[in-house]
């Protein structure tokens, strides 16, 4: 189960797990592009806003699913004092309580099996802090803590819970951004705290979420994974 699976880096981990032979249910509040990812892949698509917990538990109800990606996310640029309580409320809501609900709808069936894989899509906006982003890069770093705690207490059923944190990747989020007043600048100040000088590919994303997915990854937990080109190095 991938959430936010109906665009961006969210289609494009429900397709590389799908290829790995993964029988994959998409996630989105938008039917229309979760309805074509999984019918390219050969998955089941369902309307959800992760946002929102009482959907949550509607729609995840009965599903028995060993893999859970939490990737569901968004953004809204813009320095703290011009976001309003109702703006940070839906930020949270998304990012980070989202995360919550996602991953407490799937556990009793995962504790049931004795098996499961948690991958949680942070930021390393969550790890080195961001401006115009302060809303966003909390609820992500909330997403680093809460991987680390569920890792805890997942281990002793057999479950593994680990966080990848993607940097500037090519993605619709950042053509929003480019869209902004000095938005090109914005993007260029975002590749030039790249150590590999470049933006990263949605497949370059969901490469280590499969493998975190795997069989082969069952001694790893509580870990998080930078995959933003060395942005988490710094200058």
């Known amino acids: 189960m991938v959430t936010g699976g109906g665009r961006g880096i969210g289609a494009a981990i429900c397709r590389s797990l799908g290829a790995a032979g993964a029988a994959v249910v998409v996630v989105d509040r938008d039917l229309v592009p979760a309805r074509e990812v999984a019918s390219e892949i050969g998955g089941t698509a369902l309307e959800c806003d992760v946002g929102d917990p009482d959907a949550v538990e509607g729609a995840l109800a009965g599903l028995d699913a060993a893999i859970l990606v939490n990737n569901a996310g968004f953004d809204q ?17 998304v990012n980070l309580e989202g995360v919550f609900a996602c991953t407490r709808a799937v556990l009793p069936a995962m504790r049931r099996a004795g098996y499961g894989r948690i991958v949680n899509v942070a930021s390393e906006a969550g790890r080195i802090g961001s401006k115009g982003n302060a809303v966003y890069a909390a609820a992500k770093g909330g997403v680093l803590a809460f991987t680390k705690s569920m890792a805890r207490e997942g281990a002793r059923y057999g479950i593994t819970v680990n966080a990848i944190c993607p940097g500037p990747i090519e993605t619709p989020l950042l053509d929003a951004v480019r869209a902004l007043e000095h938005g090109d600048a914005m993007v260029g100040a975002m590749i030039a705290g790249t150590q590999l000088g470049r933006l990263g590919t949605p497949e370059e994303v969901a490469a280590p979420v499969v493998f975190l997915c795997s069989e082969e990854s069952g001694y790893i937990t509580g870990e998080i994974l930078g995959v933003s080109g060395g942005m988490g190095l710094g200058a």
């Open 77 to 93: 640029f813009g320095w703290f004092t011009d976001v309003t309580p109702t703006a940070w409320r839906r930020l949270l809501a």
